[in-house]
T-cell receptor
Framework: GENVEQHPSTLSVQEGDSAVIKCTYS??????FPWYKQELGKRPQLIID?????GEKKDQRIAVTLNKTAKHFSLHITETQPEDSAVYFC??????????FGTGTRLQVFP | DAGVIQSPRHEVTEMGQEVTLRCKPI?????LFWYRQTMMRGLELLIY????????DSGMPEDRFSAKMPNASFSTLKIQPSEPRDSAVYFC??????????FGPGTRLTVL
């Protein structure tokens, strides 16, 4: 069946460093790839998304890249801050509206 | 906009009891999704509706789970009878025409 793999499962960085989270997907028809941030005890919140007609998208310190040929997409966070600490989920759409989520990456940013 | 609304926010019940979770999607959104989140299984899609019609319920664990969407502004997820392994956070999400899903605050269910 369709699946999304996400790596790493945990990531610890020093404040100010960059963080990269990588995902691969299996359905070649997927064309929408959102990233969600979930703080402890809170709901997943969309932070950035990309559609298959672009290869990269940036929003301040956050960027996402997409390689459709390799079925890879990645989240890049630059100049990390302690408030970036959370669990990050990637996802890919299948069959239209349905999203398949990765297993999550717990990011810890140490001051 | 109030966002996706879920109730109750917390539910504690005893094994065998019926549990009903409620969701009000964002006004104007035509798709509604029910997810379950646990440490072991992550974020799982249980069922989703488009224009109030169930489209994919392949994630519903078993017959004890049922979901309805009687109108565009309300959906329920029912578990009858509940079991301890149903303990999880249940999220409702809705989306409009551009795929982006917005999550509600979730219902934390504990079955004793």
């Amino acid at each position: 069946g369709e699946n999304v793999e996400q790596h790493p499962s945990t990531l610890s960085v020093q404040e100010g460093d960059s963080a990269v989270i990588k995902c691969t997907y299996s359905d070649s028809a997927s064309n929408y790839f959102p990233w969600y941030k979930q703080e402890l005890g809170k709901r997943p919140q969309l932070i950035i998304d990309i559609r298959s007609n672009v290869g990269e998208k940036k929003d301040q310190r956050i960027a996402v890249t997409l390689n459709k040929t390799a079925k890879h997409f990645s989240l890049h966070i630059t100049e990390t801050q302690p408030e970036d600490s959370a669990v990050y989920f990637c996802a890919a759409n299948v069959g239209g509206d349905k999203l398949i989520f990765g297993t999550g990456t717990r990011l810890q940013v140490f001051p | 906009d109030a966002g996706v609304i879920q109730s109750p926010r917390h539910e504690v019940t005893e094994m065998g009891q019926e549990v009903t979770l409620r969701c009000k999607p964002i006004s104007g959104h035509n798709s509604l999704f029910w997810y379950r989140q646990t440490m072991m299984r992550g974020l799982e899609l249980l069922i989703y509706f488009n224009n109030n019609v169930p489209i994919d319920d392949s994630g519903m664990p078993e017959d004890r789970f049922s979901a309805k969407m009687p109108n565009a502004s309300f959906s329920t997820l029912k578990i009858q009878p509940s079991e301890p392994r149903d303990s999880a956070v249940y999220f409702c999400a809705s989306s409009g025409v551009r795929d982006t899903q917005y999550f509600g605050p979730g219902t934390r269910l504990t079955v004793l």
